[in-house]
């Protein structure tokens, strides 16, 4: 038997950052937002729980321990107290340290394929409870679609959106490291008083009208000012965005990648192949979203 999961990207619409808690992590208030570029993770019955990597960024995932599909798996087990295994296959296409939460992804197929290898049937909130030992946004991979995301960004509140949006995702050469970004955003303010996180009421109306103007001007990324300290190239990235086109362009999560709203599928397809041709980014591709989980 061999269960299948398409998992995808996500990108966050807002993503607002709040003042460093007791346990380290920052308060947040996001819009997690999944785009059809997808990683497929498969899993078989085996001994033990492996995992082998194909795809574009094969080489750039690690697949020993500390690889978030086989994390996943063996926390899947030890919840259910099964000694099972499994060999899972990842097929990426999600770039590595992106911003893109493609290891979040992979864990998420990870536990929604073992799930249902193991013959689990675990409800809803224990799986989204392992997803979040996992890392703050497995829990939103397992879902997919739009959300607002709070706390560390675990806990999830569905937002309705009234048209499939169409965006570029412009990835970089190389990764930055979360942890790095989150820190540079704390040495950037550390002399000011960080309020709580917010995503505005009026944002989320703009989504559910699919009012593209409106979203355009409420898109917002806290850590942007980070990842462009860290990775200054990434202005012109933006910038060339501007200049062909894009209703909006911000920094995807932690970074590098920079994401861009189209007004449709022909514009989004025209601003890919001028990002791409302008040397300011490793490689640009038109999606769409939201985008649904596929098991
Ligand atoms: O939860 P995850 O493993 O994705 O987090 C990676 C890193 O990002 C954390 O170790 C932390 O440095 C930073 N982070 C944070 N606050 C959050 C989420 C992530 O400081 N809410």
Known sequence: MQVIARVPAKINLVLSVGPVRSDGFHELATVFHAVSLYDEVSAVHADAVTVHVTGPYADRTPTDESNLAVRAARALARRARLRSGALLRVHKEIPVAAGLAGGSADAAGALLTCDRLWGLRMPESRLSSVAAGLGSDVPFALTGGTAVGTGRGERLRPVPVGAELHW???TADG????????????DLRSDRKVPAPTVSGELLAALQSADLDALAGLLHND???????????????????????ALAGLVSGSGPTCVFLARDGAAAGALAVDLAASGTCARAVAVTGHAP???
């Open 293 to 295: 989980v596929g098991t």
């Open 175 to 186: 990764g930055l490291s979360t942890p790095d970004v989150y820190r540079r955003l704390d």
């Open 168 to 170: 570029v995702v412009a």
């Open 223 to 245: 850590l942007q000012e980070a990842a462009l300290a860290l990775r200054p190239s990434l202005k012109d990235t933006l910038r060339a965005g501007e200049e062909h086109g």
